[in-house]
């Protein structure tokens, strides 16, 4: 009956020990192109997303946590798009973001392309 005892308590503390650790965070990023035209060339950190076509959203990739910068080209103009972003994962587990892409019309005529980041 000793026995039986410890082995349970073993097993709690054990099952109790693995349920506690923290589990790994993960951020994931997409990038969605709402300008009238092409962004190419687009990076977010070191994850090359490629040419991405007015109105498309890519496919999730992971990045590292942390801070990391934006860029791409518009297809038609000399547009670059330039910015950065700060990813943490506040709880662990899986976050997920993505990455708007915007043109604005300057009063000069020219367009400028911006990204926003949402949750």
């Known amino acids: 009956m000793k026995k039986y005892f410890l082995y349970t308590a073993a097993l709690l503390i054990t099952l109790s020990l693995v349920s506690s650790c923290k589990k790994a965070t ?48 518009g297809a038609s103009s000399a547009d670059s798009l330039t910015g950065t972003y700060s990813f943490t994962g506040s709880a662990s587990g899986t976050h997920d973001y993505t990455i708007n892409i915007i043109s604005t019309t300057n009063s000069d005529g020219s367009t400028t392309l911006t990204a926003s980041v949402a949750q």
Do not use: C, F
């Open 26 to 73: 993960t951020i994931k990023v997409r990038v969605s192109n709402k300008a009238p035209e092409s962004v190419n060339h687009v990076i977010v950190g070191y994850d090359n997303y490629g040419n991405i076509r007015s109105g498309e959203t890519t496919d999730y990739l992971i990045v590292p946590e942390g801070n990391g910068l934006i860029s791409g080209m």
